[in-house]
């Protein structure tokens, strides 16, 4: 079944409006109000609105080439493309590329109107106007993206819940048949939970940053450390005690996945479980040692992980 989506919708509203507005003004090329509105509806309000000033300003400056060049030279091709060569880096310096095309199609009008009056001129700026204007407004409304943003959030937690439980397997067992998928797709998740929480931001004129980007750069960072440690444990062989110890830890951690902050109640029990370690007998061999020293390792990686949290 086809589906219609909400930016199509306010595409085909905004240019059928501005279409007819033009036309119930009485302005000539009235068409090109719905092209203009087409060009500038974005995806962002943000966006929507820098479009809209580099269109209107790049149909201004249109404007002023067009009257330099077809009256100060001659209403032909060559003057159409000796236009460009110096209207094209003007709108490049004044950061307004986004209003070539639409400055195009003004361009076009005074060349095939073969004079420049200020009735045209009037004309030309209404159609900008108008068009600009109604894919501003319709563009006010974008659909809230709370929802997608906590489902995001939820498939993060539970595959980082999923990844802890796997570590917590091998350290009890030294066994492992997991394929690791979860890995992959958490990063992917977290790439498109991360843009979505942009776009909200975007579409929001006073917000720079809200909680939910600021909270999927937080689990970014921590997936990071995660792809250190596992290639850490899965290099551990020999059983000691403190694995079991790490495990029990690991487990309790995953269990508390969650938005809500409790970092600092679980770095405090590392804390302690270093001070543990510290007063238990060194180790007798070298396969315990370099399994103790890989233990602690994994520890400062997961102290760096639980600090990110708690900075949230």
């Not at 409006?17 to 962002?44: K, R, Y």
């Not at 986004?98 to 045209?120: N, R």
């Not at 977290?190 to 917000?207: C, G, P, T, V």
Request: some cysteine.
């Amino acid at each position: 079944m086809l589906k219609i989506g909400y930016r199509t919708t306010k595409t085909a509203i905004g240019t059928a409006s501005a279409i007819a507005i033009a036309q119930s003004l009485h302005l000539e090329n009235f068409a090109s109000a719905g092209i203009i509105t087409l060009l500038c509806i974005q995806v962002t309000k943000k966006k929507s609105l820098q479009t809209a000033r580099a269109r209107f300003v790049a149909g201004l400056v249109g404007l002023l080439f067009s009257f330099f060049f077809f009256e100060g030279l001659r209403y032909h091709p060559l003057s159409i493309g000796l236009l460009l060569l110096f209207f094209i880096p003007t709108t490049v310096s004044l950061k307004v590329t986004e209003g070539i095309a639409t400055s195009a199609v003004i361009i076009l009008h005074v060349y095939m109107a073969k004079t420049m009056t200020w009735h045209l001129v009037y004309n030309e700026v209404m159609l900008m106007i108008i068009g600009i204007g109604i894919a501003l407004l319709v563009n006010m409304y974008m659909p809230s993206v709370e929802k997608d943003l906590k489902e995001y959030q939820r498939i993060v937690e539970d595959l980082f819940r999923i990844i802890f439980k796997e570590i917590v397997h091998y350290l009890r067992t030294n066994e492992s048949l997991w394929d690791g998928k979860e890995i992959a797709l958490a990063g992917d998740t977290l790439k498109q939970a991360k843009a979505l929480a942009l776009q909200n931001i975007e579409n929001h004129f006073l917000r720079n940053e809200d909680y939910y980007y600021r909270y999927f750069r937080m689990r970014e960072r921590q997936f990071e450390i995660i792809e250190r440690m596992l290639p850490l444990i899965s290099s551990m062989t020999y059983t000691v005690e403190q694995r079991n110890m790490i495990a029990d830890f690991i487990d309790e951690l995953s269990d508390a996945i969650h938005p809500g902050n409790t970092a600092d109640r679980f770095i405090r029990q590392l804390q302690e479980m270093k001070k543990q370690f510290q007063q238990m007998p060194l180790p007798k061999t070298r396969e315990e040692f370099e399994e103790r020293a890989a233990l602690l390792h994994f520890v400062k990686e997961m102290e760096q992980y639980l600090i990110i949290k708690s900075q949230l």
